[in-house]
Structures are given as C-alpha cells and as structure tokens.
C-alpha cells in the first residue's frame, strides 16, 4: 500500500518515561482512603506512576528529569545523536517553573545548545500541536527535531490527611491522574532504512468558540491567593458529552485529509479520559471493529500532554510495515480537536519489542 | 578512501583540564593568559611575564605510573603531562590502556625541544641518569611506549611551532601504511624559562599583553603558553568494527616547507596555499566544501595577513558561506609545539558538537585581511554545522618554515542499532591502582552520570568493562538503570568502600564451581533467566536436546511451565544436571572456568562434565539411569540434622535403619531411611534442641537402600571410559580430590550408595586450589550456605549466578561482577545483547595530585641548591613529595623490624629512589612496587656498600637474582656476607 501525496513528516524514534513503579488502586486506596472498588467501576484506570513519594509527598521526578530521559530514550530509538538535534518543542500544562521554560532545561539535561526551542503551554492535544509546529519548522528547512510532552500533577494533588473528604467531583482528580513524559523525534526525511512512521495529515482546530471550560487548572504566585479562582476543575458531564463526538469529528476529517477508507484503518489512538470513557469513544468513531485499540491511560492514568506520545511509543511496537493508524486527541479545557494519520511505509520493519 | 577516526582525546591547556573543561572554555568564549606562576619565577622571569600557563604542571600521579620519585622529580613535565594525557585518551576511546600492551600501538609525539633540559643539564655537577632521560625530548614519545607497553614506532618530532600536527600526519600516515593499528599523536609543552619570549621579543613577535589576538587589528603579536593533548587514532574502517565513538575522521593531512624564503624564520604564502590545496587534494574536497578552518592564526600583524592571504587564493570561489576562520590562541595563547594538536582537538570536538567556537576578537576583524573578498569570514558567535557532511581544516605552521595542513571531516551519523525491550542488567566496572584512587575515580563516575538523563545503563557498562578494567583495585556494580548506577557509585565513593567492592589483585585468581546435588530442584528453577537471557536460553536448550532422548521428556519444557513434578525423582536429577551443564557452560561464554570442581553426590556427574571427565552425552545418559533406577525403589525420606555426628550417635543405634547420606560439616549431616524412623528421630532430635529439617527427596539418596541402582549403573555402564579431570576435582566419594582414580561405573555405582563427604571433599579443595571465589551451579544456595559455616580462610568470594527460581540476569551479571573483582578477566562482550555493545562517554581517569615535583636545580647562574646528600654523589632533584603516606609497613617474613641489614637496605633504597620512608618495607617489590630500572639498581650497590661496608665485593650479577622485593634483597645481603665472613 502507498500513498498518493508524501507524507508530511516522519516519526523516526520514540521513548518515554514515567516515574517510579506502578501505583496500584489498592496502594492509591489505601494512601488516600479511597475505595478501590470505586476505581476500578467508576474510573478504570488500573495503575499511574507518581513522581513525588506518596507518603511523605517529597517530590523525586522533576517534569525536566521526565522530559529529558524520554527524550533520550527516544533519541536512542531513532539513532539520532543529540548534536543532530535542530531544534525542540516542548508541551505542558504543568511546567516546573513558568521560567526559565521546562523545554530550555530540557535542552540543557540533553546538552542541546544553539537551537531553536519553544514551550507550548496546552493540554491534553499539547503533542499534536507541538509536532504541529515540528511539521512547520522541517518544512522551513531543518532536518530533525525533538518533541516533547508530559505533566506532573504534585502542584494540584495534596496527598495530605484530609483527601478522603473531598468531595466526589474533587475526589475523582486523584484516581484519574499520574505522571509522565514521552517524547518523539521528528525527520524530514524517512531515513536509510524507512522504518520512520510517515505522517500523512495532522489535524489541529481550536474548537471551543461559545463552548464554557471542560476543564480549567489554575495557578498562583506569592500573592494570596484568591478564594474564587478554581485549581483543578473538570466539568465531568461536559467532557462525556462532548468528547466522542469531537473524537468522531477528527476521525472523518483525518479520513479525507489523507485519502483513506476506514477500512484500512487497522489501529486507533482515541482519547484518553479513562479506561471507562475509551470504550464509549471507541464504540462511536465510525470505524470497523476490526482495528485495533492503542490506549495507555489504563496503566499510566491521565498523563495530560504525555498521553499521545505515549499512545505513539506503543503503536511503533505495533504497527506493521503498510499499516496505518489514526490517532484522535480531544482537548477539553477550551476545546481543541487535535489528530494525526500515520503509516508504517511497507517497506520498514516492525520494532522488535517483547 | 584515506579515512583515520579520532577516535579518543584528552587534553590539559591553561584553565582548561581535561577535554569537557577545553570545549567549555571554548564556548564560553573564555580567556586563559594571566601572570606567570610564582614557582616559575626567577631571574628574568618575574609577575611582569604573561601568557598561558598550567596552574598546577607540577602535580604528578609517580605512582600510577609506578615511577619512583626520584626519577618523576627528574622527568621534563612535558613527559609527565603526555604520559596522564595517554592514558586518559585511551580510555577515552574506549579501551583498557592494557589492553593494548605488547600490540604494534604507534606513539607520535610534537615537542620543540626541552626548557626542563636548558634548565637542568647546565650544571654539570648535578646529572644523573634519571635527569639524562627525564630531560630527553625523545623520550616524550618513548617514556609512553615504555609505560604502556607499546611496541609501534615511537618518536618526537621538532618542526617548532607546527611539531604535533605534524606529529598527527606522521601517525596518520603509519595507520594507512599498516604500520600500526592504533596510534597516539599529540604534543606538549611547558614554559619553564624567559629565553624564547626574549628571542621573540627582538624579533618583534611579542603582544606587550602577552595575548595573541588573532585576525584582530588590535594583534600585536603572541604569548607564550602551556598545554598538552593526545587524540587516539584509527583506521576508520577499524574504529566501526570495534565499535568505538568517532569524534571526527581525518581525510587528509599534508606537511610541507617554505623553502629558501625571505628568511628561515618568515612565514611564505605560496608554501601555506601549497600545503593546504594539497590536504584538500588527499581528502578529495574542494575549498567551498570546508565550512570552517582553524588557522594558524597567531596575532601577529604579517602573519595574519600572510595566512589569510593564502587561504583567500583557494577560497575566494563562488560558494553559498564564507569559510568561517578563528584559532583557539585567542583563548588560550600560543602552546607553540603543542599548538597544532590544541587546533586539532578544538576541531574534532567542534564537528563532534556539530558546533564551531566563536574566536575570540572576532569583532574588531582587522580591515587588512579583506576576509570577505577571500571567501573567509570570522566566527563572532558560534554556530551550528549544517546537518549532513562536514568538512573542516587545521593549519599549523613552524618558524622554520614546515607547515601542515589537515582536513576532518563529521563523525559518520549512520542509525545506531536501536531495539527496545526490558532494559537488560549490565556491571559497571572500574579500577584503580589504589583504594584510595578506586574512590576518587568512582566519585567522579557518579558525578558524570547523574548529569545525563535517566536511561539503560547496559551501553555504559559495556564500555566501562572495555575502558576501565586492568588496574588492580576493582570495584563492580549491577545496574539496569543509569540514575540508580550513579547513586550506587556515589554511596561506594563515600562508604570508603566495602572490603567487597575492593580487592588486591596480585593474587590469581582461583575459582572453584560447587555442584549441588540431591534436593535442591524448584519448580521453575532459572525460568527467569533462560527468559531473559539469551547465552543461558542457547546452552539449556543444546542440554535439554542432549538429555531428551534418556529421560523420554523435555527437563526445560517441565522447568518453563514451573511443574511441580520436578520434585520427582525421576525428573529431579536430569532437571538439576541439565540446570548445571548450562550454567556451566553459559559461564564459560562468559570467559569463566573453573580451576577445580565439586559436586554434592550427583552433582558429582555435572561436576564431572565440566572436569572433562565425561562428555555430556554420557553424563546425560548416566545421570537418566540413575533417576530412572532410583525413582523405582521404595519411599523412603532425608532429614537434614544441624548437629555434630557424636550428638546424635545413640539416635543412630537405636534407628539401625537410618543411614548418614551425607557428612555435610562438623554440624551438617544428612540422614537417610523409612519415613517412620526418620519422624521419630527427627522428634527426639528436635527435643534436643537441634535443628532439623525433612528434605524433599521421595526416594533413599545413598545408603544402602540405594544398592539397586548402583547395581544398574554397574551393570549399564561397564563400557564407559572417562578422562582424567583437566582440573582439580574434589570428589565428595572420598572426601578429597581425586588423584589417579578413574570415573568408572564402579566409582558412580559408589557414588550412589556411599555417604556423601561435602565437609572433606570441600576442605581438600580449599586446601590444595586456595580459591578467591566458590561460585554454586545450582538453583539455590545450599552448599555456599555450608560454606559459610565451614570455616575456610577468609577472603574467599561466595558467589551465586541463579539463586532461587526468581533469579534473573542481573544475577548472573552480579556474580560476575564478583568474579571480576576476584580477579577473573570475564568475556564481558557475551553479557551484552549487540546493540548495548555501543560505546558510551564515560568520565576519564582521576589521576592523584597528591604529588608534586618541580624544578629545584637552577642555570648556571642562580644560586646552587644545598649541598649533595651524600659525598661525591651529586644532588638530583628533590621531590617536593605532599601527603599521601602509603600503607603502614606490614609485618615481614624477610626479615624482622630492627634487623641492621634490613634497615641499611631500606635506607639504600629510600635514597635512590627517593621515596618516602613509609613506602619502602621488606614486602615492597622493586618493579611492581618500586619501578626500579637496572640504572636504579647500579646506584642501589654502591649505596649498600657505602651503609654496609663489609659487603664490598658484592657484583650486581649476584644481587639481580635476590631483587625481588626489599626483604629478599635483605636476605640475601645477610646470607652473603654471613658466607664471605665464614670463608
């Protein structure tokens, strides 16, 4: 199978990293406790990784430590050199200090030095956008670049005494997030041996015109701190209703972008709200039942900008020479509907993984 | 194509030691010339003097390099700083300096000459011999042959300023020759006295600030400065096959001469076109590919002009970018000899980087040099290399008119082998020639690591076993992970080190496998491990396939699937020998054999097996007979009783039934025999207070009821012809090793009913191998735990490669970290799955600076030092020897503490060596310990004959043979004037 039109940039290496071990709903109950049974029937998300200790809330991952070993675990995989690295976009929600950026102490972890880098504050569609603008810089001219994305969530969870009398619509932000980078290099070229993934359409509208917040996470300085302003909202209802249709929305746009039927669709990347929420999106894509799942939020919880890079580093495990795949992202605070189309050219290789 | 890889370096420039500190200097823009140091003043040769110099040239590791002070304290600092610089590049490039002894590894050395020579050969009243060689130019090349044991051609080379560059196309060319397979190119060199400044201040070269300010219209000429660098280089092709990081690939390098120009000492256009249009020529570019050059580029005024000028004939030619120029004496002055290796390095690292150095003084750009017409621009900031091909060049010209040219080119950027999986274990490993340097040097590793980003750790321990094995104090450390390695190394670093991590070596080493036998199955024994590692996967499968066809099933298949059945008999045996062969076997591909075996009663056959006693496919066979005949005798049980045989003696008479399988230590024992007796002996036994435990056997191990199947292994086998053992083997049939008995079917058929004597068999084994490490092949620890109860000699490694069914590769990488530390030399690359075999940086060696020597003799006309330590012997100079005192003196066996002639022998050799007193006791060794020479030992007969008259006569014939350590040398002394007074 080939496609008509070149692809629009190409996936040549991808890593992650997520902090720790594995934080079961058992251990997540019993530190905060939360019934595990709940969990498990309401949220479905298995396990998540913290970078910060539970019990004494000490911090042990840095979003920079994160961002910096997925970065070289995906530099690694692509066989690219950091020297070869032309320039870094980094997305996140929850930056470790607004300056300097999380992305410039990234370049220096990876002792990249005279680039281009940018940090793109954003949410859970931060890695669409993030290659987004990866596509628009090798189209200007440069050869290879990092992308990278992830979030942390130890500003806006309290892991003191009084979680369990949160409020459920509180409550739930502790179940349904966790820790996380991954990160991608991106090419101009599809390299000596074509095993890159190719990108045929990326996707990237701001949707939420008239639309009230999904989701709103705040901040705040030295000042006091203003009663009304919301930390960490999430409008669960909104988000139920208007995720799949968004996620459908992408899916038919990416179809016509690229040319391709659904039936030739063999894996897809949808959202990740929950492990509950990804089933009911899955059901509404319009695409056969025969193409295969890619979802992490299962074992890695809410990862925020992490998570389609994640999805990305499991898909290149997966996808065969000629496959293709879709992957959808809803952003829910303002509403952005974000998505890619990738191939694995037929002549590549799948990556040999356990 | 004529492709050299700079494939290792290290360098030590002013405000700049070590490679990392050079390159960030560089991008730091950073300005190293400042006032001459107070312990090189002197007449003429005062604060007033600038340029660039090392702060601390005197500090010297002597030590690593086991050289005695007096000689270090007599060595020209150029060799001294070379030698550090040596070593440190080699192991940059990612391999063990020893392993590269006794190879055809070529040494090309730039110096101008030796200011330490004009300093100390003057006086002569005050040489010596170390002072003859310490002050050869020479020996800047040989002094690193000799330490390294490099046997390709050695030489330093003078053409002045251009010396190590040329040094570079001397040694590029020998690899393309095929006349060595690795050479060291570099140069040094040290600023010791005012002449050459004044020479070049009447020639009008000096900058009044002593800084070169190159291609600037404020150059006013140059500033003498230090330094010392070493690249590595191989053929490219070479560098790949072995996997060793390229930092960039000389293409082409050419040396020519100005000729009868206007005057030997001026600089000619036509000849630096000429050198560098022929280096582009050998590296088949054209000028508008060069995307940068570091020039020569001193700052002075007609030098620029000339330089740029011949440089602009070949690149004012149409091309997309001026030629970026700049030259690192802006940073760090003029290291004159070593000034082409400093260009060189700047270049490698700069391709390297993909980024080129801004120069310093680029912004006020001298108008004369009309660089933008020449095609040549200069670097005000530094920028990136475009992605792709790279082609760089560096100019080195000498005042007397030999110049050279090379042309680098990028690291070639092919995929590396890239393949994700479960991060695989890996032992980073490290040595040193002290504890003390073993810390400091691990320090440093931590330090390094936790600066990168959390990754596998399996790449950078591979090449810590290629780049940092082979001195004596070892340490080794397990790691999947590189953040985890580096807090590892920082605990070691500052627990002074467990007496584990640490071991002298010069003792061999001496491994001894124990096998265990009857009772030690699990299900699901090294399941784990033969999932994840692919050495052990190969060799069970090849024993499995062996056994097959005698036990009528797989042992592996039942193994994976975690059977319980393996607790049959009938499967027990074939499964724990099939586990041992290959650990066996798996070890072996991991470069470890054993010097001596023992195998707990069946572990006898595995045992025997890798003794060469039998070929597996008889073991194979043997072992299944066994099995097959023991699992159809009655039932019956074992009880493992922890208590001295005289305490349970009435227990035995009363249980005539019970037999003593197995005489395990002076309170391990093993019983055999009907289920019911052995309950109620276990019942009064345990009443007694003594520990007892049943064993999982279902059927009688030894003893007589075992008679049957050593009839059918009798009957079975009488054909069977084994080989004498090519090692040690202990047999736990007679409880000591076996000597001209053959393995025969008798001797198994006793094997299967006689006790088993572990305790003797294990005792004879310690006693006649002296083992630095026990390592049980078997699925848990069970005869290392009756080793640690037997009370063998301390400092004996207990290692286990598969403890317990959980055991995975990290543990079979731990136990041979443990052998390594023991002093075995592993076959590390078999640990490594291909694409971790991928070199990795490592921080270079730490080298003590505990040390310092300097000049103490003066010129001619300085006043003289004070007067010679002994009558007609004249001074040489005095280490000023810092801190550092060794180990206390050991008690000796050569001789007692007091004894005369053993103090006069250690005062001859304090004094010839000039070592501190501590270092020199009766165990101290002359060449390992003392690094004597044979002129050494000339000076040490007349020293004893002054301390001790009565040995005149003595030839130094007679006193070789007794040179081995101070104590022998003592012995012998005694001995012989004892006999001369008798005679």
Known sequence: ???????????????????????????????????????????????????????????????????????????????????????????????????????????????????????????????????????????????TGLVVAGDVTDRFLDTGPDVARLPAQELV??????????????????????????????????????????????????????????????????????????????????????????????????????????????????????????SC?????????????????????????????????????????????????????????? | MNAVAVVGLDCVFPAARGAEAYWDLLMRGGDAIGPLPADRRGYGFDHTVRGGFLDDAAAFDSDFFTLAPREAAAMDPQ????????????????????????????????????????????????????????????????????????????????????????????????????????????????????????????????????????????????????????????????????????????????????????????????????VVAAAYRRAGVRADQISF?????????????????????????????????????????????????????????ALHHRTVPASRFATAENPQLRLAERGLSLLSAPVRLPAGEVFAGVSSFGMGGTNAHAVLAGPPRGPRPARRGHPAAGVFTLSADTPEALRRNLAAQAETLARRPRGDAAAVCWTSNRAKTGLPHRAAFTARDTAELAETLRRAAADHLPESAADHTWRPAAVGFLYSGHGCQEPGMTAALYREHPLYRRHLDDVDDVLGPHTGGSVRDLILAGDPAVHRTRWALPAQFAVACALTRTLAGLGVLPDAVLGHGAGEYAAAVAAGVLELPDAARLVAAHAAAADTLPESGMLAVRGARAEIEDVLTAHPELFPAALDGPRDLVLAGPAQALEQAAETLAERGLHVRALRSAHPAHGPAAAAVADRIHTAFATLSPARPGIVLASTRYGRTLADETMDAAYWAGLAVEPVRFADALSALVHEVAPTCLVEIGPAPHLLRLAERADLPAGIRLLHPAPG??????????????????????????????????????????????????????????????????????????????????????????????????????????????????????????????????????????????????????????????LRSVGSLAAFVQEWAGAKAMA
């Open chain 1, 1 to 143: 199978m080939s496609t008509a039109t070149p692809p629009l940039f190409h996936i040549s290496g991808t890593g992650r990293a997520l902090p720790g071990d594995a934080v079961s709903n058992a251990e997540l109950g019993r530190a905060f406790g939360i019934s595990e049974s709940w969990i498990d029937v309401f949220v479905g998300t298995r396990t998540r990784h913290f970078g910060r200790d539970l019990a004494s809330g000490k911090v042990t991952h840095t979003l920079t430590d994160l961002c910096a070993e997925a970065a070289d675990r995906a530099l690694a995989a692509a066989g690219t050199a950091p020297a070869d690295v032309d320039f870094l976009v980094l997305s996140t929600a929850t930056p470790d200090a607004l300056l300097p950026t999380t992305a410039n102490e990234t370049a220096d972890r990876l002792g990249l030095t005279l680039l281009p880098t940018y940090q793109l504050q954003a949410g859970c569609a931060g890695a669409v956008q993030a290659l987004d603008l990866a596509r628009a810089l090798l189209a200007g001219g440069h050869r």
């Open chain 2, 293 to 349: 050059i570091e020039a020569h580029g001193t700052g002075t005024a007609l030098g620029d002009i000339i330089e740029c000028a011949a440089l602009g004939e070949l690149h004012a030619v149409p091309r997309t970018r001026p030629c970026a120029i700049g030259s690192v004496k802006g940073n760090i002055g003029h290291t004159e000899a070593a000034a082409g290796i400093a260009g060189l390095i700047k270049t490698a690292l």
């Open chain 2, 805 to 962: 069914p959980d055991a995975t590769g990290a543990d079979l990488a731990e136990a041979l970290g443990g052998l390594y530390v023991s002093g075995v030399e592993p076959y590390w690359d078999a640990l490594y799955e291909p694409e971790h075999r991928r070199a990795e940086p490592l921080a270079p060696y730490v080298f003590s600076d505990a040390r310092r020597y300097w000049q103490t003799a003066r010129p001619a006309d300085r006043p003289q030092p004070a007067a010679p330590a002994a009558p007609g012997e004249a001074p040489a100079p005095a280490p000023a020897a810092a801190g550092e005192p060794a180990a206390a003196p050991r008690r000796e066996p050569g001789g007692t503490p007091g004894d005369p002639v053993l103090s006069a022998v250690i005062a001859a050799v304090v004094e010839v060596g000039e070592y501190p007193p501590e270092q020199v006791h009766a165990q101290a060794r002359f060449y390992e310990d003392l690094g004597f020479d044979s002129v050494m030992i000339m000076q040490l007969k007349d020293r004893i004959e002054r301390h001790l008259p009565h040995t005149a006569g003595l030839s130094v014939q007679q006193l070789l043979p007794a």
């Open chain 2, 79 to 274: 060799q001294r700083l070379l030698l550090q610089c040596a070593w440190r590049a080699l192991e940059d490039s990612g391999r063990s300096p020893a392993s590269l002894a006794d190879t055809d590894t070529g040494v090309f050395i730039g110096v101008m000459g030796s200011e330490w020579a004009q300093l100390h050969m003057a006086d002569y009243a005050a040489v010596t011999p170390q002072l003859g060689a310490g002050s050869s130019a020479g020996m800047t090349a040989n002094r690193i042959s000799y330490h390294l044991n490099l046997k390709g051609p050695s030489l330093a080379v003078d053409t002045a300023c251009s010396s190590s560059l040329v040094a570079v196309h001397l040694a590029v060319n020998s690899l393309l020759a095929g006349e060595c397979s690795t050479a060291l190119a570099g140069g040094a060199n040290i600023v010791l006295t005012p002449a050459l400044g004044m020479v070049y201040r009447q020639m009008g070269l000096m900058a009044p600030d002593g800084r070169c300010k190159p291609f600037s219209r404020d150059a006013d000429g140059i500033g003498r400065s230090d330094g010392a660098g070493v690249v590595v280089l191989r053929r490219l092709e070479d560098a790949l096959a072995d996997g060793q990081r390229v930092y960039a690939v000389v293409r082409g390098t050419a040396v020519n001469q100005d000729g009868r120009s206007n005057g030997v000492t001026a600089p000619n256009k036509w000849s630096q076109r000429a």
């Open chain 1, 173 to 294: 932000n502790y179940v349904l997030f966790g820790d996380g980078a991954a990160a991608a290099v991106v090419t101009a070229d599809p390299g000596p041996d074509h095993t890159a993934l190719a990108v045929h359409a990326l996707l990237h509208h701001f949707a939420g015109l008239g639309r009230p917040p999904g989701q709103i996470v705040g901040w705040h300085g030295a000042a006091a701190p203003d009663p009304a302003r919301r930390m960490l909202f999430e409008d669960y209802r909104a988000i139920e209703a208007q995720v799949p249709d968004l996620a459908a929305q992408t899916v038919a746009e990416l179809l016509a972008a690229s040319g391709w039927a659904p039936q030739q669709i063999g894996h897809v990347l949808p959202p990740q709200l929950s492990g509950r929420m990804t089933d009911r999106i899955m059901a509404g894509l319009g695409l056969p039942a025969a193409s295969r799942e890619v």
């Open chain 1, 297 to 354: 939020v299962r074992e890695t919880g809410n990862t925020g900008n992490a998570l389609p890079l994640l999805q990305l580093d499991l898909l290149a495990g997966r996808l065969e020479p000629g496959g293709r795949a879709l992957a959808a992202v809803v952003e829910s605070s303002k509403w952005i509907k974000a998505g890619l189309a990738l191939e694995r050219p037929a002549t590549g290789r799948t990556e040999d993984r356990p």
